[in-house]
Nanobody, 115 residues
Framework: QVQLVESGGGLVQPGGSLRLSCAAS????????MNWYRQAPGKQRELVAV???????NPADSVKGRFTISRDNAKSTVYLQMNSLKPEDTAVYYC?????????WGQGTQVTVSS
């Protein structure tokens, strides 16, 4: 069955870095657009970054220059490198795979930015 398993979240101080990973299985990873979303308490889920099947990326304005999305098709894994973290980056981060009508989600990983 389809699985998306996020890892790499945790507690980090402002200005620090984290690298999130999302390991995919159960579908042909290389042909899917992969996305990272986040949801902070009391807020709507928002799109953080996109990487298409051919490697084009599009980060949200709020993270541009700080976050980098990448993928390794051989490992069926998508990454989110997060640098210069701010308290407002605190949220549950979700991995998403999308193609045509297929839309798969991971369970999320908590990222907390606090001193």
């Amino acid at each position: 069955q389809v699985q998306l398993v996020e890892s790499g979240g945790g507690l980090v101080q402002p200005g620090g870095s984290l690298r999130l990973s999302c390991a995919a299985s159960g579908f042909v990873f290389s042909i899917y657009t992969m996305n990272w979303y986040r949801q902070a308490p009391g807020k709507q889920r928002e799109l953080v970054a996109v990487i298409t099947s051919d490697g084009r990326t599009n980060p949200a304005d709020s993270v541009k220059g700080r976050f980098t999305i990448s993928r390794d098709n051989a490992k069926s894994t998508v990454y989110l490198q997060m640098n210069s973290l701010k308290p407002e980056d605190t949220a549950v981060y979700y991995c998403n795979a999308r193609r045509l009508r297929a839309d798969y989600w991971g369970q999320g990983t908590q990222v907390t930015v606090s001193s």
